[in-house]
C-alpha cells in the first residue's frame, strides 16, 4: 500500500485530487499500525499532506515533532526500527527535521526555526531567519564568516540584502559569469522599492534576459517603466504578465493604463475587459472601463458600466459622462458598433431616471438630455 501511495504521488501532478486520493492511502496505512518504520512514514506523508490546510497545519505541527522526539529516542529497540527500513523509504531525521523548521516557519515561529536550522547547519536558511527577526547585525556577521570559506553567488546576494549594497549583487553578478538571475533580480528589487526606477530597470532586464519565468519580475519592470513614462516597455511587460497569469485583474488594469498612454484606446478597452472578467465586483476597473468605452465611442458598453457602478456604489454619479451620452444621442452619431446612438436613447433615459432617483443632478442637467 505504501508503494501504491508513492507511485500515486509520482506519477500524477500536484493537485487537490491527487491529495484526496493520498489521504486516503494514508488513512488506511495510520489506522493499521504494522511496523514501526511504515507507521513512521505514514505520519509524515500523513503531515505533509495537512500542512495546505490552515485547520489541521498544527496537528502536522505536533506530529511532525514526535517523529522528531522518537527518531531520538531509545524505543522501539534498534531491531524493531530497521524491520522494514528499506522498504519503507524512510527519511533521515534530518530531512524530518528540516521539515519541522519549514511548518515553524509558515507559523510564524521564526526562533523556533532558527534553532533548528542552527542545529543542522543550513546556514542560508539561518540567515533568511536573522534576516525576518530583524537581526541583521547577526546575518552580516555569519555571511562574512562564510565568505570567508569562499565566496558564492548566494552568500554575496545575502549579504547585499542586508547591507543594501547594490556592489555585492554586481559581485555576485560577476562571480556567475553573467547568467545568476537571482543577483540581477534582488539589486532591481532593491533600486525599485528605493524609488530609483531608472536604475532598476536596467538590472530587472538582465535578470528577465537570463529567466524569463518570473512573473513578480516582469511586474515590478511594468511598473518601474510606468513610472519612468516608457509606456511601450510598460505594456510589453505586462503583456508578459497576462501570459503568465491571466487570471490577475490589476496586471489587465495596468496593461489597459498603459495602452491608454500609448493613445491604443481599442485595446485598452479590449484589455479591461478581461480585467473584468478576473474581477467583476471591482468598482475602480468599472470606472476605468466606463471613461474608456465613452473615449472610445462604445456608448452602449458606458451605460452598462453606469448602471454596474450603481450597483456596486451608493450615489454614484459622474455628470461629465452622462452629459457626453446625452450630447451623442442628442447628434445622433454612430457608436465603436456601428448603430446609430438614436437607439440608445431609451436606455440612457432609464439610465437617468434611475440616477436622479438616488441623486439630485441638477435642473440644466435633465434639460439637455430630455
Not at 485530487?17 to 486516503?24: G, N, V
Request: hydrophobic share 45%; with cysteine.
Amino acid at each position: 500500500m505504501l508503494a501504491l501511495l508513492e507511485d500515486l504521488q509520482k506519477s500524477n501532478p500536484v493537485f487537490v485530487l491527487t491529495d484526496e486520493q493520498s489521504e486516503a492511502f494514508v488513512a488506511q496505512l495510520v489506522q493499521r499500525p504494522q511496523d514501526w518504520c511504515i507507521q513512521s512514514k505514514a505520519l509524515f506523508l500523513r503531515s505533509r499532506l495537512e500542512r495546505q490546510s490552515s485547520r489541521k497545519v498544527e496537528r502536522a505541527l505536533m506530529q511532525i515533532q514526535v517523529l522528531v522526539d522518537e527518531f531520538s529516542g531509545e524505543c522501539p529497540s534498534s531491531v524493531d526500527r530497521t524491520r522494514c527500513f528499506f522498504g519503507s523509504g524512510l527519511l533521515p531525521i534530518w530531512s524530518v527535521q528540516h521539515f519541522l523548521a519549514e511548518l515553524f516557519m509558515s507559523l510564524g515561529l521564526v526562533k523556533s526555526a532558527l534553532s533548528v536550522y542552527e542545529a543542522l547547519e543550513m546556514w542560508d536558511q539561518v540567515i533568511e531567519c536573522f534576516t525576518v527577526l530583524e537581526h541583521r547585525e547577526k546575518a552580516e556577521q555569519l555571511i562574512r564568516e562564510r565568505l570567508q570559506l569562499g565566496e558564492t553567488v548566494d552568500l554575496l546576494c545575502s549579504l547585499g540584502e542586508v547591507t543594501y549594497d547594490t556592489g555585492c549583487f554586481e559581485r555576485a553578478f560577476q562571480l556567475s559569469g553573467e547568467r545568476s538571475a537571482k543577483a540581477m533580480r534582488l539589486m532591481g528589487r532593491m533600486l525599485f522599492f528605493r524609488k530609483e526606477y531608472e536604475a532598476a530597470i536596467p538590472a530587472l532586464e538582465k535578470s528577465l534576459s537570463i529567466n524569463k519565468l518570473q512573473l513578480n519580475t516582469w511586474f515590478l519592470l511594468g511598473t518601474a517603466a510606468f513610472r519612468t513614462e516608457k509606456w511601450e516597455l510598460a505594456a510589453g511587460a505586462y503583456r508578459h504578465c497576462a501570459s503568465m497569469d491571466s487570471e490577475n485583474h490589476e496586471v489587465w488594469n495596468n496593461l489597459s493604463a498603459a495602452y491608454i498612454k500609448l493613445k491604443q484606446k481599442d485595446r485598452a478597452l479590449r484589455t479591461l475587459e478581461e480585467a473584468l472578467r478576473c474581477s467583476y465586483e471591482n468598482w475602480k476597473i468599472w470606472e476605468n472601463y466606463m471613461v474608456t468605452a465613452v473615449d472610445c465611442g462604445a456608448f452602449e458598453e458606458a451605460i452598462r458600466a453606469y448602471n454596474r457602478l450603481m450597483d456596486l456604489k451608493d450615489k454614484f454619479v459622474d455628470v461629465e459622462v452622462v452629459e457626453i451620452l446625452g450630447r451623442a444621442v442628442n447628434d445622433d452619431l454612430v457608436t465603436r458598433s456601428g448603430e446609430k446612438t438614436v437607439t440608445l436613447k431609451a436606455s440612457l433615459l432609464k439610465l437617468l431616471g434611475r440616477n436622479t432617483a438616488s441623486v439630485r443632478l441638477g435642473r440644466s442637467f435633465v434639460v439637455k438630455v430630455a
